[in-house]
């Protein structure tokens, strides 16, 4: 059965850094889009990130970015996104998803309904 798996959630201080990371099993994850998303308590599941099969073709939700970073390892067997500059507001479950190999969603609102092979979550607390 295809699954993904997060990690390298946190507790970190305001300002501070994570770097989460989000493998697969079962399948061949270079051969998707890979979408990052949280959901914070009593929030709607929001999508955060998202990368192509075309590594040069990625999304950040304006929430993110410049802060976060998504990225491939060399083998494309991983996928990372790089957290800096965490505020509180950040805190949330975070999931990765395998989706289409483009990440199209600028000025789109449903990002969530591309996505069907997901993760468990990592949790992320911001907090001092």
């Known amino acids: 059965q295809a699954r993904l798996a997060e990690s390298g959630g946190g507790l970190v201080q305001p300002g501070g850094s994570l770097r989460l990371s989000c493998d697969a099993s079962?399948?061949?994850?270079?051969?998707?889009?890979i979408a990052w998303f949280r959901q914070a308590p009593g929030k709607e599941r929001e999508g955060i990130s998202c990368?192509?099969?075309?590594?040069?073709?990625?999304y950040y939700a304006d929430s993110v970015k410049g802060r976060f970073t998504i990225s491939r390892d060399s083998a494309k067997t991983t996928v990372f996104l790089q957290m800096n500059s965490l505020k509180f507001d950040d805190t949330a479950v975070y999931y990765c998803?395998?989706?289409?190999?483009?990440?199209?969603?600028?000025?789109?609102?449903?990002?969530?309904?591309?996505?069907?092979?997901w993760g468990q979550g990592t949790q992320v607390i911001v907090s001092s």
């Open positions: 079962a399948f061949r994850l270079y051969d998707y889009g």
């Open positions: 990368i192509g099969v075309d590594d040069s073709i990625t």
């Open positions: 998803a395998a989706g289409p190999t483009i990440c199209d969603y600028d000025g789109r609102t449903d990002m969530i309904d591309d996505f069907s092979v």
